[in-house]
């Protein structure tokens, strides 16, 4: 037993040094010492001195050493057995002492996972304090039993106590009368008490943040917390039986009584005990034991996280730990599937409308994978699971397609391309036959909108080149694509019947994802603009077409008075409406020079329009490329670097603009100066002739 003391002596001294003092050095000596330069801001605290029968009393409990401890405990407890041992002293100890450390004899056999040690303590009721919080701690569930156990038994006993104490005084017929005038004084006095002790909800707070500093474990720090964070199932299975929960945080942007005071008091302790809370809400375990869809727990977890981030900055590295190891379990429990049954469950599963067990559906909806796209799970939608499932889904009807040879890939692909119209008529008039079911494979069925949307773009490139079909068709020599409002040519009468089937396909994806999913995809967005330019267009070019037929009969009616009048005086005038003298008919008419038109003229807008809605429509091969395992990537980069372009062009912009402001500053003088010169002299001048003065403010707009 004597090196065991001298260890703890040891260590008590260390413990001594650590505070800053030395055992022979008293508390009032050091406080008066030149060294102690910060006596007025801090107070150190001492722990009571131990005598020399509690430190063999913890070095006992420390080794396992039965008979001494319960010798030790005996003593204190004042049991006879204990008094009639004459080897013992009769100086009863502490058993509730702490060593140096702040260790209690209950948490050094918890330390050391003595659990017979443990019984003897709580036999003999020593203060539990933190032992099961430091049981948990230590991960020991044998301990963490016989404390909940012990701490069940003392409130049985209290209940009993109670109700003991109620059958007592209800004995008393003229105190529980209410005749009694006793009685109605008290009830009176209780009720004034009731009414007087408003608690203040600041004086609550500063309760809690004053508690002693010897704790080891804050006050959010539950058990279940604490078994969260060690994420250890048995403990937490235990606690769970019981009803213990770990209570989800109010929101960050919460502006309640509680929260406002607690951020006002200490707001380091309330954004501390909020990682606390979801870092126990975050826990595998925890998510496995509480949650009826761990699935959709993760991932709301997983967004939470994420919005708390980007909110609470200074914290954002342990949010988006706990966002990480979210979205890690969501993947691992997919991991855990054995089948392609369980897997189609899984990524079909619906919480909103979860299926009945006695139907089979006949099409997969893939609700839950959906989700995790929605919610940017990308380790759970890249899992190798979810991503075979995916392939099997989309070579469907293709069986043995993706170990064939490339070039069998691509001439099997060339195949359905080039018969794609005859398999979208034949799906268009007879969708329950054996063609029209080749159409609804996912692979075909991409194939044949791929080769589609090409021969779209096809023809917005052949009206491009402005084939005047009017003329090859005809054979007139005079060109119809440069009249005002000409009438449309076949190729824009078929992509005008592209369009009206773009905007239906939007139509129904609108339809079927609601308006808020919609929008949150981009590339929708894209598509939505551009139907619209073509749809703008299409109404520029009625507009304009209507206008000028308008104008050509407007004319032609002058034209036929005109002639009439001149007949009647014998004066020949040119039958051509657009050679007349009149100013107002040169801008009008079918046969007007491109030169000669307004520059608000509908046709020329809708040109535009349509130059616009090309380059947009060019732009969607960027999305279908998406599907390649060496362009998809590339478009992540692509977007990426389009926002680091953004961030710098606010520093480029920044600084031009001052420079350009300080330049401004030292040259405005000059540049009028040289302007007023310029306006009072008539003669003529090269630098006022080419408005000089005015190239510097040029540059100012341009910059």
């Given at each position: 037993?004597?090196?065991?003391?001298?260890?703890?002596?040891?260590?008590?001294?260390?413990?001594?040094?650590?505070i800053?003092?030395?055992?022979?050095?008293?508390?009032?000596?050091?406080?008066?010492?030149?060294?102690?330069?910060?006596?007025?801001?801090?107070?150190?605290?001492?722990?009571?001195?131990?005598?020399?029968?509690?430190?063999?009393?913890?070095v006992?409990?420390?080794?396992?050493?039965?008979?001494?401890?319960?010798?030790?405990?005996a003593?204190?407890?004042?049991?006879?057995?204990?008094?009639?041992?004459?080897?013992m002293?009769?100086?009863?100890?502490?058993?509730?002492?702490?060593?140096?450390?702040?260790?209690?004899?209950?948490?050094?056999?918890?330390?050391?996972?003595?659990?017979?040690?443990i019984?003897?303590?709580?036999?003999?009721?020593?203060?539990?304090?933190?032992?099961?919080?430091?049981?948990?701690?230590?991960?020991?569930?044998?301990?963490?039993?016989?404390?909940?156990?012990?701490?069940?038994?003392?409130?049985q006993?209290?209940k009993n106590?109670?109700?003991?104490?109620?059958?007592?005084?209800?004995?008393?017929?003229g105190?529980?009368?209410?005749?009694?005038?006793?009685?109605t004084?008290?009830?009176?006095?209780?009720e004034k008490?009731?009414?007087?002790?408003q608690?203040?909800?600041?004086?609550?707070?500063?309760e809690?943040?004053?508690?002693?500093?010897?704790?080891?474990?804050?006050?959010?720090?539950?058990?279940?917390?604490?078994?969260?964070h060690?994420?250890?199932?048995?403990?937490?299975k235990?606690?769970?039986?019981?009803?213990?929960?770990?209570?989800?945080?109010?929101?960050?942007?919460?502006?309640?009584?509680?929260?406002?005071?607690?951020?006002?008091?200490?707001?380091?302790?309330?954004?501390?005990?909020?990682?606390?809370?979801?870092?126990?809400?975050?826990?595998?375990?925890?998510?496995?034991?509480?949650?009826?869809?761990?699935?959709?727990?993760?991932?709301?977890l997983?967004?939470?996280?994420?919005?708390?981030?980007?909110?609470?900055?200074?914290?954002?590295?342990?949010?988006?730990?706990?966002?990480?190891?979210?979205?890690?379990?969501?993947?691992?429990?997919?991991?855990?599937?054995?089948?392609?049954?369980?897997?189609?469950?899984?990524?079909?599963?619906d919480?909103?409308?979860?299926?009945?067990?006695?139907?089979?559906?006949?099409?997969?909806?893939?609700?839950?994978?959906?989700?995790?796209?929605?919610?940017?799970?990308?380790?759970?939608?890249?899992?190798?699971?979810?991503?075979?499932?995916?392939?099997?889904?989309w070579?469907?009807?293709?069986?043995?397609?993706?170990?064939?040879?490339?070039?069998?890939?691509?001439?099997?692909t060339?195949?359905?391309?080039?018969l794609?119209?005859?398999?979208?008529?034949?799906?268009?008039?007879?969708?329950?036959?054996?063609?029209?079911?080749?159409?609804?494979?996912?692979?075909?069925?991409?194939?044949?909108?791929?080769?589609?949307?090409?021969?779209?773009?096809?023809?917005?490139?052949?009206?491009?080149?402005?084939?005047?079909?009017?003329?090859?068709?005809?054979?007139?020599?005079e060109?119809?694509?440069?009249?005002?409002?000409?009438?449309?040519?076949?190729?824009e009468?078929?992509?005008?019947?592209?369009?009206?089937?773009?905007?239906?396909?939007?139509?129904?994806?609108?339809?079927?994802?609601?308006?808020?999913?919609?929008m949150?995809?981009?590339?929708n967005?894209?598509?939505?603009?551009?139907?619209?330019?073509?749809?703008?267009?299409?109404?520029?070019?009625?507009?304009?077409?209507?206008?000028?037929?308008?104008?050509?009969?407007?004319?032609?009616?002058?034209?036929?008075?005109?002639?009439?009048?001149?007949?009647?005086?014998?004066?020949?005038?040119?039958?051509?409406?657009?050679?007349?003298?009149?100013?107002?008919?040169?801008?009008?008419?079918?046969?007007?020079?491109?030169?000669?038109?307004?520059?608000?003229?509908p046709?020329?807008?809708?040109?535009?329009?349509?130059?616009?809605?090309?380059?947009?429509?060019?732009l969607?091969?960027?999305?279908?490329?998406?599907?390649n395992?060496?362009?998809?990537?590339?478009?992540?980069?692509?977007?990426?670097?389009?926002?680091d372009?953004?961030?710098?062009?606010?520093?480029?912009?920044?600084?031009?603009?001052?420079?350009?402001?300080?330049?401004?500053?030292?040259?405005?003088?000059?540049?009028?100066?040289?302007?007023s010169?310029?306006?009072?002299?008539?003669?003529?001048?090269?630098y006022?002739?080419?408005?000089?003065?005015?190239?510097?403010?040029?540059?100012?707009?341009?910059?």
């Amino acid at each position: 037993m004597s090196r065991a003391i001298q260890r703890l002596m040891k260590d008590y001294r260390k413990a001594e040094k650590l505070i800053g003092r030395s055992t022979n050095e008293s508390f009032a000596d050091f406080t008066n010492s030149a060294s102690f330069t910060t006596q007025t801001m801090t107070q150190i605290r001492r722990e009571p001195e131990l005598t020399q029968d509690e430190k063999k009393y913890l070095v006992a409990v420390e080794r396992g050493d039965m008979a001494t401890t319960r010798r030790y405990l005996a003593i204190s407890s004042g049991t006879t057995a204990a008094l009639l041992d004459v080897d013992m002293p009769m100086t009863p100890i502490n058993i509730n002492c702490l060593d140096p450390l702040g260790r209690s004899a209950l948490s050094i056999a918890i330390e050391y996972e003595n659990i017979e040690m443990i019984e003897l303590l709580l036999s003999y009721n020593v203060d539990t304090g933190e032992a099961l919080l430091h049981a948990i701690d230590e991960e020991f569930v044998e301990a963490v039993e016989l404390l909940l156990q012990h701490e069940d038994l003392k409130q049985q006993q209290q209940k009993n106590s109670i109700n003991a104490d109620n059958n007592r005084y209800s004995n008393n017929i003229g105190i529980n009368d209410k005749s009694n005038p006793l009685f109605t004084l008290a009830q009176d006095a209780l009720e004034k008490e009731k009414k007087e002790q408003q608690y203040d909800i600041t004086q609550k707070v500063n309760e809690q943040l004053n508690l002693s500093t010897s704790r080891l474990y804050t006050p959010d720090i539950t058990p279940v917390v604490l078994a969260a964070h060690r994420d250890n199932y048995e403990i937490l299975k235990i606690l769970l039986e019981r009803g213990e929960k770990v209570t989800e945080p109010h929101d960050v942007r919460c502006d309640c009584a509680n929260c406002i005071v607690y951020n006002k008091e200490d707001s380091l302790r309330h954004s501390r005990s909020r990682i606390n809370a979801y870092k126990a809400l975050s826990s595998p375990c925890y998510i496995s034991l509480s949650s009826r869809d761990p699935i959709m727990t993760a991932f709301d977890l997983n967004r939470e996280l994420k919005r708390l981030s980007r909110i609470e900055n200074e914290f954002k590295q342990e949010y988006e730990q706990l966002a990480q190891q979210c979205q890690e379990y969501s993947a691992a429990l997919l991991a855990e599937t054995r089948s392609s049954k369980e897997l189609e469950i899984i990524l079909n599963y619906d919480s909103e409308n979860p299926p009945v067990l006695s139907e089979t559906p006949e099409k997969m909806n893939l609700s839950r994978l959906k989700l995790a796209i929605r919610y940017k799970q990308k380790k759970f939608v890249s899992h190798a699971h979810c991503q075979q499932l995916l392939a099997s889904l989309w070579y469907e009807g293709l069986p043995g397609f993706r170990r064939r040879h490339s070039v069998i890939k691509i001439l099997i692909t060339t195949l359905v391309g080039l018969l794609f119209p005859v398999l979208s008529i034949a799906y268009l008039l007879m969708p329950r036959s054996s063609i029209g079911r080749i159409m609804r494979q996912p692979f075909i069925k991409f194939i044949c909108h791929s080769v589609s949307y090409i021969f779209f773009l096809i023809l917005l490139f052949v009206v491009s080149l402005r084939i005047d079909f009017a003329k090859v068709l005809s054979g007139i020599e005079e060109e119809t694509n440069e009249r005002r409002g000409p009438p449309p040519n076949p190729v824009e009468i078929a992509i005008m019947f592209y369009v009206a089937g773009f905007i239906w396909a939007e139509i129904k994806q609108l339809y079927q994802e609601g308006l808020h999913q919609y929008m949150a995809d981009t590339w929708n967005l894209l598509d939505w603009v551009t139907n619209c330019l073509y749809v703008a267009a299409i109404v520029l070019r009625v507009m304009a077409y209507i206008k000028v037929n308008q104008e050509e009969r407007d004319l032609q009616n002058k034209a036929i008075s005109v002639h009439g009048s001149h007949n009647s005086s014998g004066v020949h005038t040119p039958n051509h409406p657009n050679l007349t003298s009149d100013p107002v008919s040169i801008s009008t008419g079918h046969n007007v020079r491109r030169r000669d038109w307004n520059a608000w003229d509908p046709t020329l807008i809708s040109e535009g329009i349509f130059a616009a809605a090309n380059i947009f429509s060019s732009l969607k091969l960027v999305y279908i490329f998406t599907i390649n395992p060496h362009l998809g990537p590339l478009q992540i980069s692509l977007g990426r670097m389009v926002h680091d372009i953004l961030k710098f062009s606010v520093l480029i912009l920044l600084v031009a603009f001052a420079f350009a402001c300080g330049l401004n500053q030292l040259f405005w003088y000059y540049a009028r100066m040289k302007k007023s010169e310029c306006e009072l002299d008539a003669g003529f001048d090269e630098y006022c002739a080419k408005d000089i003065h005015k190239h510097f403010s040029k540059d100012f707009n341009y910059i």
